[in-house]
């Protein structure tokens, strides 16, 4: 199982992002979001981190708060408006085959 963390402002967006993800994932992995505040204290089993397209600027501050051992990416923007649960699922499985 693919454990991805998703981090936005207030974890509200990227609630519904994550039971679609979760939903399409059908057991393949298992998505959790966060906000900003609370994310670094889920980070331990995580595989991938997901920024959302507006705190992006957060990412180099998570790859120091994680030691560099963890993928840190934004997602794509486009896909986080719509919603595309498929796409960015296929950005985690690119992630995931480059470690």
Known sequence: MINVVLVCNAGM????LKARMNE????KYSVEAYSEQEY???????????V???VRYLI???KAKTGNKIPVESIDPLAYG?????KILEQVDT?????
Do not use: Y
């Open 13 to 16: 967006s990227t609630s519904l």
């Open 24 to 27: 399409l994932g059908e057991g």
């Open 40 to 50: 670094v204290k889920h980070t331990e089993n995580a595989d991938v981190i997901l």
């Open 52 to 54: 959302g397209p507006q």
């Open 60 to 62: 180099d501050n998570i």
């Open 82 to 86: 719509r919603m595309n649960a498929t």
């Open 95 to 99: 992630i995931v085959g480059k470690k």
